[in-house]
T-cell receptor
Framework: GQNIDQPTEMTATEGAIVQINCTYQ??????LFWYQQHAGEAPTFLSY????GLEEKGRFSSFLSRSKGYSYLLLKELQMKDSASYLC????????????FGAGTRLFVKA | ETGVTQTPRHLVMGMTNKKSLKCEQH?????MYWYKQSAKKPLELMFV???????ENNSVPSRFSPECPNSSHLFLHLHTLQPEDSALYLC????????????FGPGTRLLVL
């Protein structure tokens, strides 16, 4: 079946580094997305990986290993505004435009 | 400003009511999506439209009826809903093809009494 797993909640300290893991089992794979969603707001795009390796974009980096069905989102120099839910999502080519989302990881950044 | 707007932002309805959710995208995209987001559950894809044609119906009950009159507008017509349909309904759009990032609207928070 189709499944995406990520931790439910994480807590980290302002200024620190946090890694949010995501594992997936899907019938196909055509890219992995990370979205950020603040409470009561729309999800917003953070990163996209389709090849193995690390993609860096400012304070955020995302890593993908297709053979392991594994990705992580790395947030550096944490700020209070980074407190949000982080959604891992996989595009399944077998499903046309179907993107499968994980339940999200709620990150709490404390002072 | 995300480029995708949704109205209303909040909706309370009884099980016998009929209501509609509206989504409009100002990004020139060709694909539009409806998702359901329930507390502590993954986003569930409901419908996909590409160039106004429905390409995905993810086994959604018939009490949800989508309509896409053009590539910029998407509606979700609701009738005889159940309390378990209470959720955040998100609209999204993308340029159209695989790999393309989806841009989400702010959602409609629906409560069915």
């Amino acid at each position: 079946g189709q499944n995406i797993d990520q931790p439910t909640e994480m807590t980290a300290t302002e200024g620190a580094i946090v890694q949010i893991n995501c594992t997936y089992q899907t019938s196909g794979f055509n890219g992995l997305f990370w979205y950020q969603q603040h409470a009561g707001e729309a999800p917003t795009f953070l990163s996209y990986n389709v090849l193995d390796g690390l993609e860096e974009k400012g304070r955020f980096s995302s890593f993908l290993s297709r053979s392991k069905g594994y990705s992580y989102l790395l947030l550096k120099e944490l700020q209070m505004k980074d407190s949000a839910s982080y959604l891992c999502a996989v595009r399944d080519p077998a499903g046309g435009f179907k993107t499968i989302f994980g339940a999200g990881t709620r990150l709490f950044v404390k002072a | 400003e995300t480029g995708v707007t949704q109205t209303p932002r909040h909706l309370v309805m009884g099980m016998t009511n009929k209501k509609s959710l509206k989504c409009e995208q100002h990004l020139g995209h060709n694909a539009m999506y409806w998702y359901k987001q329930s507390a502590k559950k993954p986003l569930e894809l409901m419908f996909v439209y590409n160039f106004k044609e429905q390409t995905e119906n993810n086994s959604v009950p018939s009490r949800f009826s989508p309509e896409c009159p053009n590539s910029s507008h998407l509606f979700l017509h609701l009738h005889t809903l159940q309390p378990e349909d209470s959720a955040l309904y998100l609209c999204a759009s993308s340029q159209g093809e695989e790999r393309e990032t989806q841009y989400f609207g702010p959602g409609t928070r629906l409560l069915v009494l």
